[in-house]
């Protein structure tokens, strides 16, 4: 018996990756007023596999919906619009308004999406830039019981057997898993490049489905489990010398006590 694939991506809304961050005045997190968002880039990776999954595997229809999901702001419509332009077929989005949800409350939340998208693959990104959790696939999989593979730098899809392998990047390696599907994926920086939406399909997207739900609806409890207490700077590298040969840079090292 074949196993067909309904995908879910969970894209989020971050502050560009071009963007400089810079801490708000009043050291609570990144200021985000006039600044250019964009789907988080690890997210981006992640539905590029998705599209890839079915574009790779079109004879046997192996992927039979792709829906991205973002929680965040009604303006986490935009993420939703460009994942659609770029190849999913639906979309939801989880109006949180103005509340940055813990990877907890985003996990709870996803997994209500599952239960009613009847998804049997997830592929989220490993990590959000804006916060560097690093936690949501792994919450999720641990909510839902199912395995986890993260870091991805490689996915196949055994239909048959109904069994996915994962190539990992871990320290000085690379890891092969395999576990059978429902499963998490998380991936890593290497797994694709993504593409860009050409303007036809940006146009066509603008009538796919977008569906907005609040947390509420979901049943799902977001509340925060953290308080941030402060957010501040790396503190500003000093100016380095040029010194005139390698003899020189010695004793000022050890002058330093540096060796
Ligand atoms: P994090 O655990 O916050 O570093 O995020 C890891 C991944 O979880 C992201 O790349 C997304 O795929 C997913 N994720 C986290 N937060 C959200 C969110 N608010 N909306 C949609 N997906 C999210």
Redesign the pocket.
């Given at each position: 018996m074949s196993t067909k694939l309904r995908i879910l991506?969970?894209?989020?809304?971050v502050i560009d990756s071009a963007v400089r961050p810079r801490v708000n005045k009043a050291q609570t997190g990144v200021e985000t007023q006039g600044v250019k968002f964009s789907m988080?880039p690890?997210?981006d990776i992640?539905l590029e596999e998705a599209l890839r999954l079915r574009e790779n595997n079109k004879a046997s229809s192996l992927v039979e919906s792709i829906h991205a999901?973002?929680?965040?702001p009604s303006k986490?419509q935009e993420v939703l619009r460009a994942a659609l332009a770029k190849g999913a077929d639906e979309s939801t989005l989880?109006d949180?308004g103005s509340t940055d949800?813990?990877?907890l409350g985003?996990?709870k939340m996803?997994k209500k999406i599952i239960d009613e998208q009847k998804s049997n693959l997830v592929?989220?990104?490993?990590?959000?830039?804006?916060?560097?959790?690093?936690?949501?696939?792994?919450?999720?999989a641990g909510l839902l019981n199912w395995p986890q593979a993260t870091n991805a730098s490689k996915v196949e899809v055994d239909e048959q057997a109904g069994k996915v392998t994962v190539t990992r990047e871990i320290d000085g390696g690379v890891e092969t898993v395999a576990a059978p599907l429902p499963m998490i994926i998380?991936?890593d920086l290497r797994l694709n490049e993504p593409r860009y939406a050409s303007l036809p399909n940006i146009m066509k997207a603008k009538k796919k489905p977008l569906k907005v739900v609040k947390p509420d609806d979901l049943g799902a409890d977001i509340a925060s489990r953290l308080e941030i207490l402060k957010v501040s700077e790396p503190p500003v590298r000093q100016a380095g010398e040029i010194v005139e040969s390698t003899d020189e840079l010695i004793s000022r090292l050890k002058k330093a006590g540096a060796v």
């Open positions: 991506v969970p894209v989020k809304r988080n690890f997210c992640a999901v973002s929680a965040g986490a989880i949180t949800v813990e990877p985003v996990a996803l592929i989220l990104g490993k990590q959000a830039i804006d916060n560097d959790s690093n936690q949501t696939g792994q919450i999720l998380t991936t």
